[in-house]
C-alpha cells in the first residue's frame, strides 16, 4: 500500500523560507513522477512543482527561481524548498505520484495516483 505523508509546514512572515518532504512508503516504481500541488482557500489545486525518476524537473511559473524540487531516491523523500516566500503562496500543499510511467511533469492532476493528506504553509505579510 503506497502511502504519502508531507511534513515542513508552518507559518513564516514574508520574504522567509520553508522545506516541505514527502515520505513515500510502498513505492517501488522503477519509472516515476512526483509533485507537488497546493490549494489555497475557494481556489482550484495548482500544480507547484515536479520531478520524475531520471531527475527531470517542471515548475510552475509563479514559483520559478523561488522554489526548488528535489528528491532522495535512497530515503524514498521528495523536497521543496521554497524561498522567498510571498503571503500568496499560502496554501495547503500536497504531495502525489503517479502509477509508474513517469509522465506527469507538467502537473496534469489526472497522471496522479496516489496523494498526501497534506501540509499547510501560511505567508504573512
Known amino acids: 500500500q503506497v502511502q504519502l505523508v508531507e511534513s515542513g509546514g508552518g507559518s513564516v512572515q514574508s520574504g522567509g523560507s520553508l522545506r516541505l518532504s514527502c515520505a513515500a512508503s510502498g513505492y517501488t516504481y522503477r519509472n516515476y513522477c512526483m509533485a507537488w500541488f497546493r490549494q489555497a482557500p475557494g481556489k482550484e489545486r495548482e500544480g507547484v512543482a515536479s520531478i520524475d525518476s531520471d531527475g527531470s524537473m517542471g515548475y510552475a511559473e509563479f514559483v520559478k527561481g523561488r522554489f526548488t524540487i528535489s528528491q532522495d531516491k535512497y530515503k524514498k523523500t521528495m523536497y521543496l524548498q521554497m524561498d522567498s516566500l510571498k503571503p500568496e503562496d499560502t496554501a495547503m500543499y500536497y504531495c502525489?505520484?503517479?502509477?509508474?510511467?513517469?509522465?506527469?511533469?507538467?502537473?496534469?492532476?489526472?497522471?496522479?495516483?496516489?496523494w498526501g493528506r497534506g501540509t499547510q504553509v501560511t505567508v504573512s505579510s
Open positions: 502525489a505520484a503517479d502509477r509508474g510511467g513517469g509522465y506527469g511533469l507538467a502537473m496534469d492532476q489526472r497522471d496522479f495516483d496516489y
